[in-house]
T-cell receptor, first 107, second 114 residues
Framework: DAKTTQPNSMESNEEEPVHLPCNHS???????IHWYRQLPSQGPEYVIH???SNVNNRMASLAIAEDRKSSTLILHRATLRDAAVYYC????????FGAGTRLTVKP | EAGVAQSPRYKIIEKRQSVAFWCNPI?????LYWYQQILGQGPKLLIQ????????DSQLPKDRFSAERLKGVDSTLKIQPAKLEDSAVYLC????????????FGSGTRLTVV
C-alpha cells in the first residue's frame, strides 16, 4: 500500500496562512491525493482532493508537486476553528488513514 | 442533504457482552465503510460495502466482529463478545464515488468496554 508521511504536529497563528506538507514518494499513477481533517469529538471531514493539478475550494488549496511525490494543503487564513488533525491519504480503491498532523492555532 | 447518521452516540458495556452499532448513510450513496478509531490514532478500515455486498473485510476481526448491510442502505456492526481493547470510536462513512467525491463520515459511536 502506498504510504504518506506527515509531521506529527504544527502550530500557526490566527489569520496567518498555514502550509501542511505531505510526502508520498511511492504514489502510483492512479492514486488520488485526499485531505481530511478531524475536529475534536467528530468524524473526519473531507477537505480537498486532487490527482495531478493544483486544486482550490472554499476550504483550502492543494498544491501537488510536479512529480506527485509530495503535496501541500494550504489554509489561506487560519482560524481557531481550523485546529484539528489533518490527514493526507492516497486513495486507490480504499482510504487508509495514518496518524495525521495535529494543527494548533494560536490567537 | 442529511449527513451520515449513527447511533448510539455512546455505549458502555462490560467485557464479554455484545454490542451493535447502526449506520444510516446518505441517500444514494452505494459505498459504505466502517472504521475503528482508537484514541490517539487515525481511523482504521474494518469493512467496505458496495451496495449490500462486501468489497473488503480483510481487517475485520471475524471471530468477534460482524457487519451487514441489508437492502444496500442501513448497516449494523456487531461485536460479540467484546474485549477491553475494543474500546474505541466506531465511525461509519458513505460515498457517492470515493475517487471523485470523497467520503462523508458520521460522528461515530464511542464504545467503552469495562
Amino acid at each position: 500500500d502506498a504510504k504518506t508521511t506527515q509531521p506529527n504536529s504544527m502550530e500557526s497563528n490566527e489569520e496567518e496562512p498555514v502550509h501542511l506538507p505531505c510526502n508520498h514518494s511511492t504514489i502510483s499513477g492512479t492514486d488520488y491525493i485526499h485531505w481530511y481533517r478531524q475536529l475534536p469529538s467528530q468524524g473526519p471531514e473531507y477537505v480537498i482532493h486532487g490527482l495531478t493539478s493544483n486544486v482550490n475550494n472554499r476550504m483550502a488549496s492543494l498544491a501537488i508537486a510536479e512529480d506527485r511525490k509530495s503535496s501541500t494543503l494550504i489554509l489561506h487564513r487560519a482560524t481557531l476553528r481550523d485546529a484539528a488533525v489533518y490527514y493526507c491519504i492516497l486513495y486507490n480503491n480504499d482510504m487508509r488513514f495514518g496518524a495525521g498532523t495535529r494543527l494548533t492555532v494560536k490567537p | 442533504e442529511a449527513g451520515v447518521a449513527q447511533s448510539p452516540r455512546y455505549k458502555i458495556i462490560e467485557k464479554r457482552q455484545s454490542v451493535a452499532f447502526w449506520c444510516n448513510p446518505i441517500s444514494g450513496h452505494a459505498t459504505l465503510y466502517w472504521y475503528q478509531q482508537i484514541l490517539g490514532q487515525g481511523p482504521k478500515l474494518l469493512i467496505q460495502f458496495q451496495n449490500n455486498g462486501v468489497v473488503d473485510d480483510s481487517q475485520l476481526p471475524k471471530d468477534r466482529f460482524s457487519a451487514e448491510r441489508l437492502k444496500g442502505v442501513d448497516s449494523t456492526l456487531k461485536i460479540q463478545p467484546a474485549k477491553l481493547e475494543d474500546s474505541a470510536v466506531y465511525l461509519c462513512a458513505s460515498s457517492l464515488g470515493p475517487r471523485l467525491y470523497g467520503y462523508t463520515f458520521g460522528s461515530g459511536t464511542r464504545l467503552t468496554v469495562v
